[in-house]
């Protein structure tokens, strides 16, 4: 079987699909995407079909490698981001030729479900607490909320206030029926991190992700010396070579590659091993559509530590599309008490309504997030 054709849909809300075809007909799907950035991730996939063009597609392993060495510079989100949704159309390839779902192929099941969360928007802590209500009657029972609004390098008690409020107000709300995560989104500064945190601890948040961003990875182990609450992180690495950083420095108890970002399933099945040997649980990050949910979900399903799934139903940049408008079997995405089921179709197991897709890319606008700035005029992380 040799590759003929890769063709990619920039999609919305802020997604890219990519098709890879075969000499024998069987076509494979992926998800190569880097919210905001979809155009460069686009060009680089095309880029690399020269390696993959004439290629016999069951080589996964070769044409990754082939694709990472192949162009001597390597890594970062685009690069990365396009290797990954290639390697995910292969697997799904891989899947139909073998009639076995990914899973399968990797050893088969190590549990029988996994637990998804769900975002929780709105500034407000009233509309956070309606958000939780609505998301719990349709069986979530484990959420993540950002940790904050913009924050200053060192800011004012105020702010920390208003984080710590809305916080409380859950857990009294709440009790110990739902858990959360707290995303601090990289807005937080390492100084501002050591206040944030120890306000937080009696609220007992599931964990603290992106405590400070990861170019200032040095501070995890820091931060994790002077507080309970599990830190997570990982959105932003993008290869083993960078988590085996964070890994042997300590601090992380929770990791967090994008499928879609961190070289596809081929190379986060690896750093979800790595992170067991280092007693460090997997969660996925996956604010993004369903070939990207599904290629978590297979991994999930064969990493024992994989511990939470990210899904993005009715998440907050969902504008223009919905997780599941393109995929043609939705009821094997059908949550049940707020987890997920193996998928059980060959390959990836998402049938995509491809007519849709082309209709869909059309004239499909750029999305970008917002840009922050503080009230002096200089540049917040959002
Ligand atoms: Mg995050």
């Known amino acids: 079987m040799k590759i003929t054709k890769i063709t990619t849909w920039r999609l919305p809300p802020r997604w890219m699909f990519l098709k ?7 076509v494979g799907w992926g998800e190569p995407v880097i919210e905001g950035r979809a155009r460069s991730v686009e060009t680089a996939v095309h880029e690399l079909s020269e390696f993959l063009i004439g290629k016999d597609p069951s080589r996964i392993n070769d044409l990754w490698q082939t694709m990472y060495r192949g162009g001597f510079y390597r890594g970062g989100p685009i690069l990365m981001s396009a290797i990954a949704g290639i390697d995910q159309a292969l697997w799904d390839i891989k899947g139909k030729v073998l009639n076995a779902p990914v899973w399968q192929l990797m050893g088969g099941l190590v549990r029988d479900k996994i637990k998804a969360y769900s975002w929780v928007g709105g500034d407000r ?7 939780i209500k609505t998301l719990r009657s349709i069986g979530f029972d484990t959420f993540k909320l950002n940790g904050c609004e913009e924050l ?3 800011d004012d008690s105020r702010k920390v206030d208003a984080a710590v409020n809305t916080v409380a107000q859950i857990r009294e709300a709440f009790g110990n029926e739902i858990e959360f995560g707290l995303d601090f989104h990289g807005r937080v500064s390492a100084g501002m991190a050591k206040v944030l945190i120890k306000e937080l601890e009696p609220y007992r948040p599931l964990f603290i992700e ?18 309970h609450i599990p830190l997570a992180a990982g959105e932003r690495m993008f290869s083993r ?11 992380l108890s929770i990791v967090q590659p994008d499928l879609s970002h961190a070289g596809g399933i081929t190379e986060c099945y690896k750093i979800a091993a790595m992170a067991e ?24 399903f064969v990493a024992r530590n994989a511990v939470l799934q990210e899904q993005s139903m009715g998440i907050h940049y969902n504008k223009g599309a919905e997780l599941l408008d393109f995929v043609k079997n939705k009821d094997d995405f059908k949550m049940d008490g707020g987890y997920f089921h193996p998928l059980t179709k060959p390959g990836l197991g998402v049938d995509i309504n491809e007519e849709l897709v082309i209709e869909r890319s059309k004239n499909v606008e750029d999305w970008r997030n917002p840009l922050w700035r503080y009230p002096d005029g200089s540049v917040a992380e959002w």
Do not use: M, N, W
């Open 210 to 227: 992106e405590p400070v961003l990861p170019e200032q990875a040095e501070y995890y182990p820091r931060l994790a010396a002077q507080t």
């Open 277 to 300: 040997a280092y007693d460090v649980g997997f969660a996925p990050h996956c604010p993004l559509g369903p070939i990207a949910l599904a290629a978590c979900l297979h991994v999930d």
């Open 152 to 154: 200053g390098v060192i």
């Open 241 to 251: 070579f960078e988590f085996k950083r964070v890994f042997e420095a300590g601090g």
């Open 20 to 26: 890879i075809e075969t000499d024998e007909g069987v």
């Open 125 to 131: 802590p009233s509309e956070v607490i309606d958000g």
